[in-house]
């Protein structure tokens, strides 16, 4: 993804219904649709839209959830179903334009809104759920293509149609995909240090795969 660059809205999502699932996680709002017109975004995400789980979701570096539309037919191909818009819990279902592999801190204009690129999204027991299929964590944690997870500089509104436009790609060229998977450690390391942006969940990210690769070292 280059300054630039454009996609497009295929669709804004919001809460449709509460899910009860089962075990520990209690309620969710993971169940969105797409609805019509433009829809105020605001620090905290869309109007219209909420999370049940406030500990784990949400807040401000977890204001906007989009998915790339590629990704998805790719899953729907893999899965043999059709998986609609709001399927993964995005608020923004996105058409040209690579979301898993979106750099950390990079600005994209969306409808009349300025968002910027925060985090990749960690699949959970409610995902299970609601995929209702088998292995379903394990298997989109290997594929990786996460999305991605905005917050908001610019409040405004977005509607189905609108140009997504990248405004600015910082130098370090790191991913959401690459803080995901943890592949190179040093170079997380290095994120740290580059991208003032780096939220304290990317901080405990990266930590976790330093450590990791640490203990992997030590055999």
């Known amino acids: 993804m280059r300054s630039g660059d454009t996609g497009r809205v295929l669709a804004v999502c919001v809460v449709h219904a509460e899910l009860e699932v089962p075990g520990r996680v209690g309620r969710s709002a993971i169940d969105k649709r797409p609805v019509e017109g433009r829809v105020e975004v605001g620090p905290l995400g869309l109007a219209g839209d909420h999370v049940c789980n406030t500990e784990h979701h949400g807040g401000l570096n977890q ?36 979301l898993s592999d979106a750099v950390l801190g990079a600005r994209l204009r969306i409808g009349t809104t300025l968002l910027e690129v925060s985090a990749p999204r960690v699949p959970c027991a409610t995902f299970q759920h ?90």
């Open 63 to 98: 204001a906007v959830y989009a998915y790339a539309d590629d990704d998805a037919r790719r899953w729907e191909q893999e899965l043999g179903r059709v998986l609609p818009h709001g399927w993964f819990g995005e608020n923004l279902r996105v058409d040209g334009l690579p």
């Open 130 to 219: 609601w995929s209702g299929e088998r292995q379903w964590v394990k298997r989109f944690a290997l594929r990786s293509d996460t999305g991605c997870y905005f917050r908001l500089l610019e409040a405004g509104t977005v509607g189905a149609g609108d140009e997504v436009l990248v405004e600015y790609v910082p130098e370090h060229g790191i991913t959401v995909r690459d803080v995901f998977t943890g592949a190179d450690p040093d170079r997380l390391t290095r994120l740290l240090e580059l991208e003032p942006t780096a939220s304290d969940d990317i901080r405990m990210q990266v930590d976790r795969h330093t450590r990791r690769h640490a203990r992997e070292a030590a055999g």
